[in-house]
């Protein structure tokens, strides 16, 4: 079973940055699939970002690309979202997701998943 633990959340104006973490335990951190997805009061889960077990590949929603990047540090087990440019409607929790099989865009591809992360941007 694997847990993860997101942090960095908070309120930032916009055109702010936010760095948001996710600490994974319990499983092989370099076997999984790692991805952001962010959900909106009265939306659907959207994803927002992902990253093969070697980092050598990433992949993004439109919506953030060019302003967000993902990254992971296999030896820490934490994967990693820098958001710049924020914009209001970046508001959402943001959740950290976890798979062991080949990376997708469908929230029901992964199987692990954290608590959340509460992220809002002040226009």
């Known amino acids: 079973q694997v847990q993860l633990v997101e942090s960095g959340g908070g309120l930032v104006q916009a055109g702010g940055s936010l760095r948001l973490s996710c600490a994974a335990s319990?499983?092989?951190?370099?076997?999984?699939?790692m991805a952001w997805f962010r959900q909106a009061p009265g939306k659907d889960r959207e994803f927002v970002a992902g990253?093969?077990?070697?980092?050598?590949?990433?992949s993004y929603g439109d919506s953030v690309k060019g302003r967000f990047r993902i990254s992971r540090d296999n030896a820490k087990t934490t994967v990693y979202l820098q958001m710049s440019v924020l914009k209001p409607e970046d508001t959402a929790v943001y959740y950290c997701?976890?798979?062991?099989?080949?990376?997708?865009?469908?929230?029901?591809?992964?199987?692990?998943w954290g608590q959340g992360t509460q992220v809002t941007v002040s226009s």
């Open positions: 319990g499983g092989t951190f370099s076997r999984l699939v």
């Open positions: 990253i093969t077990q070697n980092g050598a590949t990433t």
């Open positions: 997701s976890a798979a062991y099989t080949n990376w997708g865009q469908l929230p029901n591809e992964y199987l692990f």
